[in-house]
T-cell receptor
Framework: GAVVSQHPSRVICKSGTSVKIECRSLDFQATTMFWYRQFPKQSLMLMAT?????????EQGVEKDKFLINHASLTLSTLTVTSAHPEDSSFYIC????????????????FGPGTRLTVT | GDSVTQMEGPVTLSEEAFLTINCTYT??????LFWYVQYPGEGLQLLLKATKADDKGSNKGFEATYRKETTSFHLEKGSVQVSDSAVYFC????????????FGGGTRVLVKP
């Protein structure tokens, strides 16, 4: 149980275009999802907290107009990289916290497999 | 703010050797502590966790004990295998921070046959 998927797993796009990455919780609902960015051989950097039905909360230094987050349902959050540039090339990972009728079932985050974005 | 410090790698070991990866933390409040493992090209998998002092998390032969007095959560395995080659991340979360995870820098482990 507690499986999180991401689509696509890899994407190559041209500079100036936009790319959408989906994060889905397959067997649970999640009111909170997180988006991370990971550079080669480095740790994960939290970009933003995605909240179902409300605006995302961005970490300091992350451009909200460039990294658009939409959490439209209890099982889906999307990250759109707008007007992508080569410096946006990275590994993007999402995670989700399962929620039940009374709130979070636990505070453990379940991670997706990641999406490798390459901007040429 | 909260922070996690773990030993830098890479750590290169022979099969069946003993592995220790040190992890220390600073946090406001009472954190939960985690070890995650990342295999090449993949996302993170939770390896083990501990939510209160003196708790020992264990999984797949790995162990770590929550030491509040030394603010540490060192990862150990008595006999590593080639399949344990991966990057290991120590992390913490607190309710005060909205259960966001704060990660250490990661330690790459390479086990040679």
């Amino acid at each position: 149980g507690a499986v999180v998927s991401q689509h696509p797993s890899r994407v190559i796009c041209k500079s100036g275009t936009s790319v959408k990455i989906e994060c889905r919780s397959l067997d649970f609902q999640a009111t909170t999802m997180f988006w991370y960015r990971q550079f080669p051989k480095q740790s994960l950097m939290l970009m933003a907290t995605s909240n179902e039905g409300s605006k995302a909360t961005y970490e300091q230094g992350v451009e909200k107009d460039k990294f658009l987050i939409n959490h439209a349902s209890l099982t889906l959050s999307t990250l759109t990289v707008t007007s992508a540039h080569p410096e946006d090339s990275s590994f993007y990972i999402c995670s989700a916290i399962p929620v039940g009728s009374g709130g979070p079932i636990s505070y453990e985050q379940y991670f997706g497999p990641g999406t490798r974005l390459t901007v040429t | 703010g909260d922070s996690v410090t773990q030993m830098e790698g890479p750590v290169t070991l022979s099969e069946e050797a003993f592995l220790t990866i040190n992890c220390t933390y600073t946090a406001t409040g009472y954190p939960s502590l985690f070890w995650y493992v990342q295999y090449p090209g993949e996302g993170l998998q939770l390896l083990l966790k501990a939510t209160k002092a003196d708790d020992k998390g264990s999984n797949k032969g790995f162990e770590a004990t929550y030491r509040k007095e030394t603010t540490s959560f060192h990862l150990e395995k008595g006999s590593v295998q080639v399949s344990d080659s991966a990057v290991y991340f120590c992390a913490l979360s607190t309710k005060a921070a909205g259960n966001k995870l704060t990660f250490g820098g990661g330690t790459r482990v390479l086990v040679k046959p």
